[in-house]
């Protein structure tokens, strides 16, 4: 982040806060002062139904559990192994039309289920990617008609009418047989459920397609909906079915209905059709209480609001509500009547907060403003202070901009929220020269300042902060994972006329005023496109029934338009096909006054962002302290990567998934690349090219022993690179595959270890201590609260001699891992239990403080069950060859089941232990630190390390 942006912004903020003026306050921010205060929360009904799939284990839920914390409590593959991942199988879709799949698949008994982007559902042999079976969805679809769009995968229920998939096709949700993939008749009508109905509009003009999957509640199926962004759109309310009938069940509408909480936050306008608010970014649910939760997005129109005054209840709001009955519990409003199109894009993260033995049951809603609300779950109550900050009114006649906007003072904003001249593109000359001609040409502010007629540049934009990819939350660190993006756009508003009554003017400008109503936000006013997400319509190629279709159907991104009457589809072909462009060139008659609003974005001649790097970043965040732990630039543009410009970040699209082995997978940049990082640092641990960009999130589980990574490779996108087909899944070489530990050369020297600048090789395992290079020393920094740490190479060594130096703290103790592991998967209760634990024999390092204490050079089985394994008489006797200050050296021999150790030069131990030996024949070297609770911070220290192999 370009620091002269961030300290501005923030002064901003501090500026406005200390400004003598009133703020309005909400009455639900009377929020806790930082860190968050954990106090346990009682769920006083107790939970009579379990979903079985909901773990962090199977990924057989949408987004890996209920919850969507998209994590993965498994180990097998971890930080100091990931390097030898491997593409396993890859399943070929052979649909090379796009426009992509986004498709997080699913896991149930051994079957992976996806969807693909003609909006076909297949199952696949997780285990080998071999084809079970594929629906193909336009055989019984209306009129068999083929639809291509986004989907983000199907959902799964079981009970004992059988096993099902639901799978969503534009406005249609299919009853499927999850072992065959045969149509369940039974279900709804002949086997699917029409969302046009039930919805309080006239289903011939509805237009709603689905493109996240729904969540399931018991015998609940709760659906959500994409509706239009433009004007005469559809309301997103969101429904539940019965799962086993497809009976209708209950509605909450996201744009309340007279009488209805919400409905006096709307100046109605008599004859306007109002729509948006909802919830395309999907469900997550608190079986506990029963809840269902949703976030919504604007209300249409997104950039032009003054038809529709108020803060707008429903719209851009975080919702809790009764999942068997739909009754609101609470809500959250992130944005006041937005007219910025600032979403929010994913489904609440449900996370249970822990400090020591206390917790704190919350909701994180994640924004395109890059803004971060963290929530009471019961209450919907920041637990951090939020502030409704003053922001710009608009110049727009007509438009009402809301005067104050809810702004969360921690955690810090995870992109830039405003744009300087000094923020500008340098990556190129030509590239900061046309930045900085866009930016004279244009207005610019802080975030919230309004479209305007000039154009606004707008920091960020639709598609910048988080995207529906989501965040992945580690329980077991408080700590969240997100990618985010940085992609101002260029907000420009500009007015025609809409008439009332019948349609007098010729059918081209008739069509043009049908244009400036629906599809000016993707392809602007004079037609000219936003590529390469949105083509130019300029010398439209495509014959007329051919624009009928795309119209009728949809194509790729872009929706279909049932709202439309025949003669409207017809006089918008019309106008598509004139030879007319800019706007002004037809008279348009009528006495309504409209605004079209055209967003290209802010680039560079090359496609990038035309703001300083990073594009794109990931980013940790601490949530009970509100702090960014780390931030990276993620991804690269290879046109610019071509040219050295290296390390810049791009725009992606696609989620995280952090796992119990210390590691955070993404795909999600136009780079076309599959890459796991330290959860710990942000460092790179491992990269995979894919044939084509992965668009969606990754799925990790475990199936007969093997732990598995996939991602659809589908391309595409709103990044628009090349078209993929690929089903991708990849997992750790099998046993037999595993290359030898060692070369004959590597036996006969010593191999340092550390490098005395860097701790490459090494990665952290293991708890929130910190591990550090100081003067070419490794340094080892204790965080209070913490489980034990492990620094750990990333190369296995079985018989060898140890060399190194080590400094011990006057009250903690420490020590060092040999021939140790991970465990792959929790087994029974506590944290030594845990997947992802560091298990093996381990070498203490600790002063003599008393006798009965271990002193350093003992050896005990760190989270092996079996406590000290030196004899009693070793520990209790102890010895002073330990010096208090200053260095020491230490020395580890391993030759089969003996293990020797020395204290600057004085043997300590000399243990032969055949079980040991048994479990633990081989295993990688680590750097412990003990678990503190309180006080610190300690320092232990380490120095020329250096190993060799025994024969």
């Known amino acids: ?32 002062s930082t860190p968050v205060s954990i ?82 559902a297949v199952a696949l042999d997780a285990a080998t990617g071999k084809p079970i079976w594929v629906f193909e969805s336009a055989i019984h679809n209306e009129n068999k008609q083929m639809f291509r769009g986004r989907s983000r995968g199907v959902t799964y229920w079981e009970g004992k009418e059988g096993k099902r998939i639901f799978h969503y096709v534009n406005n249609r949700v299919y009853a499927l047989d999850a072992n065959t993939g045969q149509l369940i008749t039974s279900f709804g009508k002949g086997g699917f459920i029409d969302l046009r109905q039930d919805i309080d509009v006239e289903a011939s003009t509805a237009s709603i397609e689905v493109t996240t999957p729904g969540i399931v509640y018991k015998n609940l199926l709760i659906v959500t909906s994409r509706v239009p962004e433009e004007y005469n759109s559809t309301p997103g309310h969101v429904r539940a079915y019965d799962a086993v009938t497809g009976v209708f069940k209950w509605i909450f509408h996201t ?26 970014g999907g469900f997550s649910l608190d079986e506990e209480r029963g809840w269902v939760f949703f976030a919504t997005g604007s209300p249409a129109n997104d950039f032009y609001g003054g038809f529709r005054k108020g803060m707008n209840l429903f719209g851009n709001c975080v919702i809790a509500l009764d999942a068997e009955t739909g009754e609101r519990k609470w809500h959250y409003q992130t944005v006041h009547h937005d007219i910025w199109d600032f979403d929010n894009p994913p489904a609440p993260i449900l996370v249970t907060l822990k400090s020591g033995k206390t917790t704190r049951d919350a909701v994180v809603q994640l924004t395109k403003m890059g803004l971060t609300f963290i929530l009471d779950r019961d209450t919907g109550e920041p637990l951090f202070p939020v502030v409704e900050m003053p922001v710009p009114a608009s110049k727009i006649p ?69 995207e ?23 907000n420009k508003l500009s007015v025609f006329y809409d008439s009332k009554g019948p349609a007098k003017a010729d059918p081209v400008s008739r069509g043009l005023v049908i244009y400036n109503k629906n599809c000016t936000s993707c392809h602007g006013t004079n037609r000219q496109g936003n590529p390469p997400l949105f083509p130019s319509l300029v010398n439209l190629q495509k014959n007329e029934e051919e624009i009928r279709t795309i119209l009728e ?54 496609g990038a962002p035309a703001i300083a790097p990073p594009w794109g970043t990931l980013n940790a965040v601490d949530l009970i302290k509100g702090d960014i732990l780390w931030k990276i630039p993620l991804g690269e543009y290879p046109q610019l990567a071509a040219k050295g ?101 590597e036996k006969q020297e010593w191999i340092s270890l550390f490098d005395g600048a860097t701790l490459d090789g090494w990665v952290h395992l293991n708890g929130s201590h910190t591990y550090t290079v100081e003067d070419g020393v490794i340094v080892g920094r204790t965080a209070i609260g913490s489980q034990n ?47 992802g634990r560091v298990h093996g024999p381990q070498v203490e390092m600790q002063r003599n403080h008393r006798p009965g204490t271990p002193t350093t050079g003992l050896i005990y089985g760190e989270a092996l069950g079996t406590g000290w394994l030196s004899s009693k008489d070793k520990i209790q006797n102890g010895h002073h060859f330990l010096h208090n200050d200053g260095w020491n050296k230490m020395r580890i021999v391993a030759k089969g089941p003996r293990i020797q150790t020395w204290v600057n030069g004085q043997a300590v131990e000399d243990l032969v232990n055949e079980d040991l030996y048994r479990t633990h024949p081989k295993g990688f070297v680590g750097l412990q630190m003990h678990g503190i609770e309180n006080n610190g911070p300690f320092l232990m220290k380490w120095r020329n390390i250096r190993i060799r192999h025994l024969p």
Request: net charge neutral.
């Open 645 to 745: 410009i290296r390390n810049t970040g791009a725009k992606n699209f696609g989620g995280p998934v952090a796992t119990a082995g210390g590691l955070v997978f993404i795909a999600a940049t136009p780079d076309e690349k599959i890459r796991a990082f330290s959860c710990h640092s942000g460092k790179l641990l491992w990269e995979h090219q894919l044939p084509a960009a992965g668009y969606a999130t990754p799925s990790i589980y475990m199936l007969n022993g093997r732990q598995y990574v996939v991602i659809m490779a589908g391309g595409g996108g709103k990044n628009g690179t090349k078209i993929g087909d690929s089903v991708i899944a990849f997992a750790l070489p099998s046993p037999e595959g595993e290359a030898k530990l060692t070369t004959d050369k």
């Open 39 to 120: 106090e346990k929360k009682i769920v006083v009904n107790k939970p009579t139904y379990r979903d079985r799939l909901d773990n962090y284990r199977d990924w057989s839920i949408y987004r890996g559990d209920k919850k969507a914390n998209q994590y993965a409590e498994l180990a097998q593959i971890h930080a100091a192994n990931v390097h030898k991942l491997e593409k396993v199988w890859e399943y070929h879709t052979g649909d090379f039309k796009g426009p992509s799949m986004y498709s997080n698949s699913i896991i149930v008994d051994g079957l992976l289920y996806f969807t693909t982007a003609k909006l076909d």
């Open 1 to 32: 982040m370009n620091l002269s942006s961030f300290f501005s912004s923030i002064l901003c903020i501090l500026l406005l806060l200390s400004c003598t003026a009133p703020t309005t306050k909400t009455t639900s921010q009377q929020a806790s």
């Open 789 to 835: 740490s492990f620094l750990c190479t990333t190369r296995e060594f079985s018989d060898f001699e140890l060399e190194l130096e080590v400094m011990v703290d006057s009250v903690t103790n420490s020590g060092i891992q040999i021939r140790s592991g991970v465990k792959p998967v929790t087994v029974g209760e506590g944290h030594d239990g845990r997947a």
């Open 398 to 466: 007509g438009e009402q901009a809301w005067p104050t906007q809810p702004f969360p003072l921690k955690p810090p904003p995870l992109v830039r929220l405003s744009l300087h001249e000094a923020d500008l593109t340098k990556v190129t000359p030509e590239s900061h020269a046309s930045a900085l001609k866009q930016f004279k040409k244009y207005e610019t502010g802080f975030i919230y300042t309004p479209p305007s007629m000039q154009g606004t540049i707008t920091t960020p934009s639709h598609q910048g902060g988080v």
């Open 255 to 280: 744009i309340p209905q007279k009488g209805e909480m919400g409905y006096d936050t709307w100046e109605w306008v008599e004859g306007e059709v109002y729509g948006g608010a909802n919830p395309w």
């Open 468 to 490: 529906w990819g989501g965040a992945s939350f580690d329980p077991s660190l408080n700590v969240m994972y997100v990618n985010a993006n940085e992609a101002p756009s260029i």
């Open 553 to 606: 159907q949809g194509k790729g991104i872009m929706p279909s338009f049932p709202q439309l009457s025949k003669e409207e589809i017809n006089a918008l072909i019309r106008f598509l096909k004139s030879n007319k462009i800019e706007s002004e060139e037809i008279k348009t008659e009528g006495s309504q006054v409209r605004y079209a609003v055209q967003i290209p974005f802010f680039t560079d001649p090359y």
